[in-house]
């Protein structure tokens, strides 16, 4: 009896575990924007009372101190020459799946972070996303595009029920960091 119990208790929390996170529509389906076939991800930040010569001066104050180590292993900001050019960083930083006393499971993502203001609004485009996974493997790691790694197509099983251990923490991860670049540009505009 007690090994029934237990039987069906790990079967029960492997099927939860396996379906929470395409139970989360944070990362479900359509959650990866494609355009022409380029994963770009937007986000209009709405601000109350600023100009848009003070939208672009807090933005690029936060960008100058959201992109520095420690927090990214490198980064390249080019700032536009006025208030409606935009401003461009070419970021790289690592992004942990699991971390553990013995075992750390990361790897380094690249991407293009892009801001413009226009009319009392802030837009935030992420492109250019690509991943190195296990670079420090004997004979290299594996480098994958966004495009090849985290589009539905990409990450979920063939009926779209579940996402794949080896693509899928990836765009959770993806999606998790924009979101909190999102957060933390509203924040410093608001």
Known sequence: MKRTLLTLAVVLFAAAAGAQSVSDPKYGSGCVPERDGRVI?????????????????????????????????????????????????????????????????????????????????CLMTVTDISYTYEDEREGGGFEYTAEEWITDKEAFNKKFTKLRKATGKFRVKTIDLVDTLAKELESALN
């Open 41 to 121: 991800f937007e986000r209009t930040i709405a601000t109350t009372g600023l100009s848009s010569a003070e939208i672009m001066e807090n933005a690029t104050r936060w960008a100058k101190g959201r992109f520095v180590e420690p927090i990214v292993l490198s980064a390249d900001i080019r700032e536009g020459k006025g208030p409606d050019d935009a401003v461009t960083v070419n970021a790289r930083e690592n992004i942990i799946f699991k971390k553990s006393p013995f075992e750390t499971d990361m790897a380094k993502m690249d991407y293009s972070f892009e801001f413009r203001v226009s009319d009392g609004r």
